[in-house]
C-alpha cells in the first residue's frame, strides 16, 4: 500500500510557482524637477508640477516608487487639477480614484477614502530626489479570459501586458491558467497554449479550456466567443464572464490578484 501511494505521489506533475515578474526597469525621469508629497506615514507621491495631471507621476515608499498609470483628467489654470489613476480594484460607479489639487491642498481618492497629501520635508525631498530609484508602472499582468461552469468554477487565464498598447505580448510568453471557485483559484501547470485565427487552447494537467471556432461557420467577430473545459473524455460547456464588467472582482475576491501591490496609491490609501 505504501510503495503504490509513493508510486502515485512520484507520478503526479508539480504545480510550478507562478512566474517570477520581470525585473523592474528604471523609468526615464529627473527627480530634480518633482514636488514630492506624503501623507506622513512614509507613503509618498512624486509629480512633475509643469505636467500637472499629465504627469508623470510617481507613487511608492523611500527607496522605490512606480510610475503611475492614469487615464486622463483636467485643470483650471494653475488653481486646481485632478488626475484621474488606473486601479480596478476601485468600483468606478462610485467615482474613478484620483489625485487632485484643489483650494491648495492635494489629496488621493480611493473608493469613498480621501486621503489629504502635504509636501514632504526638504530632508525627504532630498533623500528621494538622490536615493530612490523611480521605475516604470509596477504591474504588469493582464486579465484575459474569464469564464465559469454552472457549478461556480471559474477558469481565468492571463498573461504579461504589453505595456505600449496594454494588450498581451506578441510573442505569447507566460500564458497562466488558474481553476477553482472564487476565492480558491489555483494556478494550473500548463501543458500547451494554442492562440490563432481558428480559436484558443489553455491547455493543463488537469484539463483544456478550449474556445474552437468552426471554420465552415466562422462565428461573427461581435458574437459572444464559446468556451469548454475539457477533461479526459469530459466536456463542459463554459459561460464567458466579461473582464471589463467584474474588474473589481477579477482584482480583488476572485483570489488571483487580491494580495498583490498594483503600484499606485490605492495599495496603501484605499
Same mark, same amino acid.
Given at each position: ?7 502515485? $505521489? ?56 512606480? #510610475? ?16 484621474? $489613476? ?42 528621494? #530626489? ?14 484575459? #479570459? ?26 505569447? #510568453? ?79 475576491? $476572485? ?16
Amino acid at each position: 500500500m505504501f510503495a503504490l501511494l509513493s508510486l502515485a $505521489l512520484a507520478a503526479a506533475p508539480a504545480v510550478p510557482p507562478p512566474p517570477a515578474a520581470p525585473p523592474p526597469e528604471k523609468d526615464a525621469v529627473e527627480p530634480g524637477k518633482l514636488t514630492v508629497l506624503t501623507d506622513g506615514k512614509q507613503h509618498y507621491l512624486a509629480f512633475d508640477p509643469q505636467g500637472a495631471y499629465q504627469g508623470p507621476a510617481y507613487y511608492g515608499d523611500a527607496k522605490s516608487l512606480w #510610475r503611475i498609470r492614469s487615464y486622463g483628467g483636467g485643470a483650471s489654470g494653475t488653481e486646481q487639477f485632478n488626475m484621474v $489613476l488606473w486601479d480596478p480594484r476601485v468600483d468606478r460607479r462610485n467615482g474613478a480614484p484620483s489625485f487632485d489639487f484643489k483650494d491648495g491642498k492635494y489629496s488621493v481618492t480611493c473608493g469613498d477614502k480621501t486621503t489629504d497629501l502635504v509636501k514632504a520635508s526638504e530632508a525627504e525631498h532630498n533623500d528621494l #530626489r538622490t536615493k530612490a530609484n523611480f521605475y516604470k508602472p509596477r504591474w504588469t499582468r493582464r486579465p484575459y #479570459r474569464l469564464a465559469r461552469d454552472d457549478a461556480g468554477t471559474y477558469y481565468f487565464v492571463d498573461c504579461f501586458r504589453d505595456e505600449r498598447g496594454g494588450d498581451c505580448k506578441v510573442d505569447g #510568453r507566460d500564458w497562466r491558467l488558474w481553476v477553482g471557485q472564487r476565492g480558491k483559484l489555483k494556478l494550473q501547470a500548463m501543458k500547451n497554449v494554442v492562440n490563432d485565427s481558428v480559436g484558443e487552447i489553455f491547455s493543463s494537467v488537469a484539463g483544456d479550456m478550449r474556445m474552437v471556432i468552426n471554420a465552415n461557420e466562422p462565428t461573427p467577430s461581435d458574437s459572444p466567443r464559446q468556451y469548454k473545459w475539457v477533461s479526459g473524455k469530459s466536456e463542459k460547456k463554459l459561460t464567458v464572464v466579461p473582464i471589463e464588467d467584474n474588474a473589481v472582482m477579477v482584482y480583488t475576491s $476572485l483570489g488571483v490578484y487580491d494580495r498583490e501591490r498594483l503600484g499606485t496609491p490605492c495599495d496603501d490609501l484605499m
